[in-house]
C-alpha cells in the first residue's frame, strides 16, 4: 500500500546526468534515487559495453548502495527490413548484462513502422520477432519491458494493449511513458484503464502540448498524479523511472536539469501522498 513519497521506488536514466558514471552515481545519491536504468555510460551505449565494463559499473554503483532497474536498451529501435538477427544477438546480451546487474527488466520497442504504411499491415512481423525476443527471455529472469514511443508498432494504447494480450508471455510487460503518448495525441486516462493491469513500470516525463516540449513531472498534460494515485492505490510496487529529456531552460548542466527533474516528481508524489 502507498505511505507517502519517501516509499517510492525511484530509477533513472542517469546518462542524462553525465556521460562519467561517478557523476551520475554522485547527482544519484544527492537526489535520493536509488536505482538506474542503464542506457549509457563513458560515450558509448548499454549493449556496445564489453562485460568487464558491466562489471566495473556494478562494482561502483555496489559501492554507492544503488542498484538496477532495467537495462535502457535500444532493442525493437530498429527497422523491420533490418537483419533479425542482430536483434537476437542484442537480447542475448542485454539479457546477459541485465544478470550481471540483477537488473529485473530489459526495456525494448516494438519496431519502426515504414513512413506512409498502415502499422496493421507490419503487425504479423512485429509478433513473430517479438514473441522471438520474449521467448529468449523466457529463459530468464528478466521481463521485458516495452516502451509506447512514437513511430513504432506499440506508439498507441490500443496496439501496446494488443502485444501484451498476442504474446501472452510472462516475460513481456509495459512501460508507461506518459510524454510519448501526450506526444502522440492520445487519451491518456484511457489508455491507463485499459493498461493498468499490464503496466509494471513507468517512465518518468511530462509534455505542454500547447508548448509542445517535454517539462517537468506535473507540469505538463500527462495526468501523472490522477494516474500515479490510482496504480499506488491499486498496490503498484514498481519502479518510477526519470527520463527527463529537458532542455537548458531548466539548468545549464545534465545535473541540473535532473535535479528539475526530480523535482518534478517528488511534487506529484507529495501530492498523492
Known amino acids: ?71 535502457g536498451s535500444p532493442l525493437g529501435k530498429f ?18 548484462y541485465a544478470q550481471i546487474l540483477e537488473a529485473p527488466y530489459i526495456r525494448l520497442f516494438s519496431y519502426h513502422i515504414p513512413k506512409g504504411d498502415d502499422a496493421a499491415d507490419h503487425r504479423a512481423q512485429v509478433m513473430d ?23 513504432i508498432y506499440g506508439d498507441t494504447g490500443a496496439r501496446c494493449l494488443d502485444l501484451i494480450e498476442t504474446l501472452g508471455s510472462d516475460s513481456f510487460t509495459t512501460i508507461f511513458d506518459f510524454s ?4 502522440g495525441g492520445e487519451d491518456l486516462l484511457a489508455n491507463w484503464e485499459s493498461l493498468k493491469d499490464h503496466t509494471s513500470y513507468f517512465h518518468i516525463k511530462d509534455f505542454d502540448c500547447e508548448a509542445r516540449k517535454v517539462v517537468p513531472a506535473g507540469d505538463g498534460d500527462g ?23 529537458l532542455k537548458d531552460e531548466y539548468g545549464a548542466t545534465g545535473a541540473e536539469r535532473f535535479r528539475a527533474a526530480v523535482g518534478g516528481l517528488n511534487r506529484v508524489l507529495a501530492a498523492i501522498a
Open 180 to 183: 510519448n503518448y501526450a506526444v
Open 129 to 151: 520477432w517479438l514473441g522471438q525476443l520474449s521467448a529468449e527471455a523466457e529463459k530468464t529472469d528478466v521481463v521485458l519491458a516495452h516502451e509506447n514511443e512514437s513511430g
Open 79 to 96: 527497422p523491420l527490413a533490418g537483419e533479425f538477427n542482430e536483434q537476437l544477438e542484442g537480447v542475448r546480451r542485454a539479457l546477459e
Open 223 to 245: 495526468h501523472l498524479e490522477p494516474i500515479l494515485r490510482d496504480a499506488y492505490a491499486r498496490g503498484f510496487d514498481g519502479f518510477l523511472s526519470l527520463e527527463p529529456h
Open 1 to 71: 500500500m502507498w505511505e507517502g513519497a519517501e516509499m517510492a521506488l525511484l530509477s533513472a536514466f542517469a546518462d542524462e546526468i553525465s556521460q562519467d558514471f561517478d557523476e551520475q552515481l554522485a547527482v544519484l545519491v544527492e537526489t535520493g534515487v536509488t536505482h538506474v536504468e542503464l542506457r549509457g555510460v563513458w560515450g558509448k551505449n548499454v549493449l556496445k559495453l564489453e562485460p568487464r565494463e558491466i562489471r566495473d559499473v556494478r562494482a561502483a554503483a555496489d559501492a554507492e548502495g544503488i542498484g538496477f532497474s532495467a537495462i
